[in-house]
Protein backbone atom coordinates (compact mmCIF):
# COMPACT_ATOMS: atom_id res chain seq x y z
CA UNK A 1 0.00 0.00 0.00
CA UNK A 2 1.67 3.41 -0.63
CA UNK A 3 2.59 6.11 1.71
CA UNK A 4 1.59 9.66 1.91
CA UNK A 5 4.70 11.54 0.56
CA UNK A 6 5.85 15.08 1.72
CA UNK A 7 9.24 16.40 0.65
CA UNK A 8 11.39 19.29 2.49
CA UNK A 9 13.99 20.98 0.81
CA UNK A 10 15.70 24.61 0.85
CA UNK A 11 18.58 26.74 1.65
CA UNK A 12 21.64 24.52 2.98
CA UNK A 13 22.66 25.48 6.94
CA UNK A 14 19.07 26.72 7.08
CA UNK A 15 17.96 23.83 9.71
CA UNK A 16 16.32 21.52 7.42
CA UNK A 17 17.98 18.16 9.06
CA UNK A 18 16.87 19.44 12.57
CA UNK A 19 13.46 19.85 11.08
CA UNK A 20 13.31 16.12 9.56
CA UNK A 21 14.06 15.32 13.07
CA UNK A 22 11.35 17.06 14.70
CA UNK A 23 9.05 15.10 12.28
CA UNK A 24 10.44 12.21 12.86
CA UNK A 25 9.53 12.81 16.51
CA UNK A 26 6.15 11.51 15.26
CA UNK A 27 5.74 8.03 14.80
CA UNK A 28 3.14 8.10 11.95
CA UNK A 29 6.26 9.87 10.27
CA UNK A 30 9.76 8.61 9.00
CA UNK A 31 11.37 11.69 7.60
CA UNK A 32 14.37 10.93 5.31
CA UNK A 33 18.34 12.11 5.11
CA UNK A 34 19.05 13.60 1.59
CA UNK A 35 17.24 11.01 -0.23
CA UNK A 36 17.88 9.23 -4.04
CA UNK A 37 14.20 9.79 -5.03
CA UNK A 38 14.44 13.35 -6.95
CA UNK A 39 17.00 12.03 -8.90
CA UNK A 40 15.45 8.49 -9.82
CA UNK A 41 12.36 11.13 -10.92
CA UNK A 42 15.45 13.29 -12.69
CA UNK A 43 16.81 10.72 -14.65
CA UNK A 44 13.95 9.05 -15.57
CA UNK A 45 13.43 11.85 -17.73
CA UNK A 46 15.95 11.25 -19.93
CA UNK A 47 13.18 9.07 -21.20
CA UNK A 48 11.65 11.94 -23.50
CA UNK A 49 14.67 11.93 -25.31
CA UNK A 50 14.83 8.05 -26.89
CA UNK A 51 13.59 6.62 -29.37
CA UNK A 52 10.94 4.70 -27.81
CA UNK A 53 9.89 7.61 -26.96
CA UNK A 54 9.66 9.63 -30.15
CA UNK A 55 8.01 6.30 -31.59
CA UNK A 56 4.54 6.79 -29.77
CA UNK A 57 2.39 8.12 -32.28
CA UNK A 58 0.87 10.66 -29.61
CA UNK A 59 3.48 12.55 -27.32
CA UNK A 60 0.80 13.17 -24.57
CA UNK A 61 0.34 9.08 -24.05
CA UNK A 62 4.36 9.10 -23.26
CA UNK A 63 4.00 11.64 -20.71
CA UNK A 64 0.64 10.01 -19.13
CA UNK A 65 2.95 7.04 -19.20
CA UNK A 66 5.98 8.98 -17.70
CA UNK A 67 3.11 10.72 -15.14
CA UNK A 68 1.77 6.61 -13.86
CA UNK A 69 5.20 5.45 -13.39
CA UNK A 70 6.53 8.18 -11.25
CA UNK A 71 3.44 8.72 -8.96
CA UNK A 72 3.10 5.02 -8.29
CA UNK A 73 7.06 4.66 -7.92
CA UNK A 74 7.64 7.72 -5.65
CA UNK A 75 3.89 6.36 -3.01
CA UNK A 76 5.43 2.83 -3.00
CA UNK A 77 9.16 3.72 -2.63
CA UNK A 78 9.30 3.43 0.80
CA UNK A 79 7.28 0.05 1.58
CA UNK A 80 10.30 -1.90 2.84
CA UNK A 81 12.25 1.08 4.12
CA UNK A 82 9.70 1.82 7.12
CA UNK A 83 6.47 0.90 8.70
CA UNK A 84 5.51 4.55 9.06
CA UNK A 85 2.72 5.63 7.12
CA UNK A 86 4.07 9.02 6.31
CA UNK A 87 7.21 9.80 4.38
CA UNK A 88 8.79 13.52 4.54
CA UNK A 89 11.46 13.34 1.95
CA UNK A 90 14.76 15.41 1.76
CA UNK A 91 16.27 16.48 -1.12
CA UNK A 92 17.83 20.02 -2.01
CA UNK A 93 16.34 20.15 -5.41
CA UNK A 94 12.50 19.53 -5.43
CA UNK A 95 12.45 23.44 -5.66
CA UNK A 96 14.00 22.83 -8.82
CA UNK A 97 11.55 20.26 -9.89
CA UNK A 98 8.59 21.64 -8.22
CA UNK A 99 6.11 22.52 -11.58
CA UNK A 100 6.47 19.14 -11.96
CA UNK A 101 5.77 17.88 -8.76
CA UNK A 102 3.10 19.60 -8.59
CA UNK A 103 2.08 18.15 -12.31
CA UNK A 104 2.77 15.00 -10.42
CA UNK A 105 0.77 15.69 -7.10
CA UNK A 106 -1.45 18.97 -7.30
CA UNK A 107 -1.83 18.72 -3.72
CA UNK A 108 1.24 17.82 -3.09
CA UNK A 109 3.38 19.87 0.19
CA UNK A 110 6.78 21.38 0.58
CA UNK A 111 8.51 22.29 3.36
CA UNK A 112 11.26 25.00 2.60
CA UNK A 113 13.83 25.87 5.04
CA UNK A 114 15.21 29.26 4.50
CA UNK A 115 17.30 31.46 6.88
CA UNK A 116 18.60 34.81 6.64
CA UNK A 117 21.27 34.63 3.95
CA UNK A 118 23.78 36.74 5.99
CA UNK A 119 23.40 33.62 8.90
CA UNK A 120 23.82 30.97 5.65
CA UNK A 121 27.27 32.47 4.80
CA UNK A 122 28.49 33.28 8.24
CA UNK A 123 27.70 29.95 8.50
CA UNK A 124 29.70 28.76 5.99
CA UNK A 125 32.61 31.56 6.65
CA UNK A 126 32.90 29.60 9.91
CA UNK A 127 33.03 25.94 8.75
CA UNK A 128 35.87 27.43 5.94
CA UNK A 129 38.10 28.93 8.83
CA UNK A 130 37.38 25.53 10.95
CA UNK A 131 38.92 23.52 8.05
CA UNK A 132 41.36 25.61 6.02
CA UNK A 133 43.24 22.40 4.75
CA UNK A 134 39.34 21.88 2.61
CA UNK A 135 40.36 22.86 -1.04
CA UNK A 136 36.78 23.95 -2.41
CA UNK A 137 38.22 25.94 -5.45
CA UNK A 138 37.98 23.59 -8.57
CA UNK A 139 40.51 26.10 -10.72
CA UNK A 140 43.15 28.43 -10.45
CA UNK A 141 40.53 31.34 -11.17
CA UNK A 142 38.81 30.20 -8.27
CA UNK A 143 41.83 30.70 -5.90
CA UNK A 144 42.53 33.99 -6.94
CA UNK A 145 38.35 34.51 -6.62
CA UNK A 146 38.36 33.12 -2.81
CA UNK A 147 40.81 35.06 -1.57
CA UNK A 148 39.18 37.41 0.76
CA UNK A 149 36.19 36.95 2.24
CA UNK A 150 34.10 39.39 -0.16
CA UNK A 151 35.52 36.70 -2.74
CA UNK A 152 34.43 33.90 -0.98
CA UNK A 153 30.96 35.17 -0.50
CA UNK A 154 30.35 36.05 -3.78
CA UNK A 155 31.45 32.55 -5.05
CA UNK A 156 28.81 30.64 -2.94
CA UNK A 157 26.01 33.08 -4.04
CA UNK A 158 27.33 32.14 -7.51
CA UNK A 159 28.02 28.29 -7.17
CA UNK A 160 25.60 25.14 -5.43
CA UNK A 161 24.77 24.58 -3.28
CA UNK A 162 23.65 28.32 -1.96
CA UNK A 163 23.28 30.16 -5.39
CA UNK A 164 21.36 27.44 -7.36
CA UNK A 165 19.07 27.33 -3.96
CA UNK A 166 18.35 31.44 -4.02
CA UNK A 167 17.49 30.82 -7.61
CA UNK A 168 14.93 28.21 -6.79
CA UNK A 169 13.49 29.63 -3.81
CA UNK A 170 13.20 32.82 -5.99
CA UNK A 171 10.92 30.93 -8.46
CA UNK A 172 8.76 29.17 -6.44
CA UNK A 173 8.54 32.22 -3.95
CA UNK A 174 6.79 33.59 -7.48
CA UNK A 175 4.68 30.80 -8.90
CA UNK A 176 4.11 28.60 -6.10
CA UNK A 177 3.76 30.82 -2.84
CA UNK A 178 0.56 29.64 -2.01
CA UNK A 179 1.23 25.42 -1.96
CA UNK A 180 4.23 25.77 -0.37
CA UNK A 181 5.40 26.46 3.23
CA UNK A 182 8.74 28.37 4.58
CA UNK A 183 10.15 27.47 7.58
CA UNK A 184 12.42 29.95 8.96
CA UNK A 185 15.14 28.72 10.88
CA UNK A 186 15.03 31.65 12.91
CA UNK A 187 11.88 31.03 13.83
CA UNK A 188 12.44 27.09 14.30
CA UNK A 189 15.48 27.16 16.61
CA UNK A 190 13.45 29.91 18.68
CA UNK A 191 10.21 29.05 18.87
CA UNK A 192 10.06 25.37 17.81
CA UNK A 193 6.96 24.20 19.37
CA UNK A 194 5.12 27.20 17.60
CA UNK A 195 7.06 26.82 14.41
CA UNK A 196 5.99 22.95 14.49
CA UNK A 197 2.42 23.56 14.52
CA UNK A 198 2.45 25.55 11.81
CA UNK A 199 4.24 22.64 9.68
CA UNK A 200 1.75 20.38 11.31
CA UNK A 201 -1.49 22.32 10.06
CA UNK A 202 0.42 22.73 6.55
CA UNK A 203 0.35 19.19 6.06
CA UNK A 204 -2.71 18.47 7.36
CA UNK A 205 -1.75 16.77 10.57
CA UNK A 206 -2.65 17.19 14.22
CA UNK A 207 -0.24 18.94 15.86
CA UNK A 208 2.26 16.95 18.02
CA UNK A 209 4.05 17.86 21.32
CA UNK A 210 7.99 17.84 20.64
CA UNK A 211 10.75 16.96 23.42
CA UNK A 212 13.12 20.12 22.21
CA UNK A 213 15.22 19.77 25.18
CA UNK A 214 16.42 16.22 23.77
CA UNK A 215 15.57 15.82 19.83
CA UNK A 216 17.11 12.58 19.35
CA UNK A 217 19.15 12.31 15.72
CA UNK A 218 16.95 9.83 13.67
CA UNK A 219 18.28 10.80 10.38
CA UNK A 220 21.63 8.99 9.60
CA UNK A 221 23.67 10.97 6.03
CA UNK A 222 27.00 10.71 4.48
CA UNK A 223 28.14 14.25 5.14
CA UNK A 224 29.32 14.07 0.75
CA UNK A 225 29.03 18.20 1.40
CA UNK A 226 31.80 18.37 4.45
CA UNK A 227 32.74 20.26 5.38
CA UNK A 228 29.77 22.67 4.77
CA UNK A 229 27.07 20.13 4.63
CA UNK A 230 27.26 18.18 8.54
CA UNK A 231 23.84 17.01 9.20
CA UNK A 232 24.64 16.18 12.98
CA UNK A 233 22.06 18.21 15.25
CA UNK A 234 22.37 19.30 18.60
CA UNK A 235 19.49 17.44 21.21
CA UNK A 236 18.64 20.61 22.98
CA UNK A 237 17.02 23.61 20.10
CA UNK A 238 18.61 27.24 20.91
CA UNK A 239 18.19 30.06 19.29
CA UNK A 240 20.76 31.10 16.28
CA UNK A 241 23.09 33.41 16.78
CA UNK A 242 23.26 36.66 14.23
CA UNK A 243 26.55 36.88 14.19
CA UNK A 244 27.28 38.17 10.80
CA UNK A 245 28.72 41.85 11.84
CA UNK A 246 31.17 39.29 13.59
CA UNK A 247 31.32 37.00 10.85
CA UNK A 248 31.29 38.66 7.74
CA UNK A 249 31.57 42.45 8.89
CA UNK A 250 29.00 45.49 9.03
CA UNK A 251 29.63 46.59 5.33
CA UNK A 252 29.41 43.08 3.71
CA UNK A 253 26.10 42.06 6.20
CA UNK A 254 24.14 45.37 5.36
CA UNK A 255 24.95 45.03 1.76
CA UNK A 256 23.69 41.44 2.07
CA UNK A 257 20.40 42.38 3.56
CA UNK A 258 20.18 44.89 1.26
CA UNK A 259 19.99 42.52 -2.01
CA UNK A 260 18.04 39.18 -0.17
CA UNK A 261 15.98 40.63 2.74
CA UNK A 262 12.84 39.10 0.54
CA UNK A 263 14.07 35.63 1.77
CA UNK A 264 13.35 36.83 5.43
CA UNK A 265 9.64 37.97 4.20
CA UNK A 266 8.75 34.74 2.72
Known amino acids: ?62 EKLFGDFMRAGITNAFNSVTDRPIVVDKCRSWIGSASLLFKLFPDAKLLIPVRDIRGVLSSMEKKFQ ?14 ANIQTIEGRVNFWLQQPPVGIAIQRIHEIARLHKD ?45 LGW ?7 RPEIKPLVPDWHDTLGRQLSDQLNQKFNWINEL
Open 1 to 62: MGKTIHYTSGLPRACSTLLQNLLAQNPEVHATATSGMHEIMYLSKAFFKTEEFRTIPNPNDG
Open 130 to 143: QHPEFQMEMSQQDT
Open 179 to 223: KVHFVHAEDLTSHPQETMNRVWSYLGMEPFIHNTANVEQYTQEHD
Open 227 to 233: PFGDHII
